[in-house]
């Protein structure tokens, strides 16, 4: 594996298994939609909030030179990537 991502927002401050290799991690915290108490409107909406969030740093991810980052610059713009909303 090359890369690791942790979505949970719980798991930010929660150190990672180890993973072979050596990838490199980072944290892409979106709320937990499960965890929304209310309206099934609003229930459907955390989960599309959190969909959108990942898709659009999916999609800023899969966008990177790769190839032409050094390993530092790469965390870095994935740490950047995690910040990203929706």
């Known amino acids: ?26 944290h892409w915290g979106v709320s937990d939609p499960p965890a929304v108490e209310s309206s099934d409107a609003e229930k459907e909406e955390a989960f599309w909030s959190a969909f959108r969030a990942l898709e659009a740093r ?18 870095q713009r994935l740490a950047e990537i995690g910040k990203t909303g929706g």
């Open 1 to 26: 594996m090359e890369f690791i991502f942790t979505v949970c927002d719980n798991a930010s401050g929660e150190a990672c298994p180890f993973w072979p290799g050596q990838p490199l991690t980072a």
């Open 58 to 75: 999916i999609k800023l991810f899969a966008a990177i030179p790769i190839e032409k980052l050094e390993g530092m610059t790469l965390a």
